[in-house]
T-cell receptor, first 113, second 113 residues
């Protein structure tokens, strides 16, 4: 069965601190895709990144970075020097080669000014 | 280019009333999806469509019907609303079955009294 677990329900950090959001997945497939989405307080879901199972290189985009490790079935998301605008719910998702995404239950991140 | 739009943004229904939510996308995407989002449960797939004239059940289809008469539109219907259907509904579309990067609409907040 395919499953995505985001064990951290809520995280609060003080502005400018670094924070890592955890995502652990389960799948029997060898080809799959992992995603992160952001849902700010305004409510819309914003696509952040997609990685495929054959590419374990870490990705960095500005203050955001993603660490994909197949050995531990994890796809963690780190925000460096957090800002208030990073406050949102973040979802990790998995596609195992079909037309559906399996979402985790999300992590609510609050950045305290 | 509006992306994915949803109508209406808010709606209040009484138990037993019916309504239709409209999703439209202007990206020429083949795949379209309806999700509901409830506190602590993440996003759950209601129904989806892999092309014009086709629909399929997702994880929580009971009490909902859908239609995809035109490629750009995907309608979600509630024939007899129940308080358990109080939720935020999101529509999404994607262009590729495997990569399946889904782009979301702004959501519809539905309250059933």
């Amino acid at each position: 069965a395919q499953k995505v677990t985001q064990a951290q329900t809520e995280i609060s950090v003080v502005e400018k601190e670094d924070v890592t959001l955890d995502c652990v997945y389960e799948t029997r497939d060898t080809t799959y895709y992992l995603f992160w989405y952001k849902q700010p307080p305004s409510g819309e879901l914003v696509f952040l990144i997609r990685r495929n199972s054959f590419d374990e290189q870490n990705e960095i985009s500005g203050r955001y970075s993603w660490n994909f490790q197949k050995s531990t079935s994890s796809f963690n998301f780190t925000i460096t020097a957090s800002q208030v605008v990073d406050s949102a719910v973040y979802f990790c998702a998995l596609n195992f080669g079909n037309e559906k995404l399996t979402f985790g239950t999300g992590t609510r991140l609050t950045i305290i000014p | 280019n509006a992306g994915v739009t949803q109508t209406p943004k808010f709606r209040v229904l009484k138990t037993g009333q019916s309504m239709t939510l409209l999703c439209a996308q202007d990206m020429n995407h083949e795949y379209m999806y309806w999700y509901r989002q409830d506190p602590g449960m993440g996003l759950r797939l209601i129904h989806y469509s892999v092309g014009e004239g086709t629909t399929a059940k997702g994880e929580v289809p009971d009490g909902y019907n859908v239609s995809r008469l035109k490629k750009q539109n995907f309608l979600l219907g509630l024939e007899s609303a129940a308080p358990s259907q109080t939720s935020v509904y999101f529509c999404a579309s994607s262009t590729d079955r495997e990569l399946n990067t889904q782009y979301f609409g702004p959501g519809t907040r539905l309250t059933v009294l």
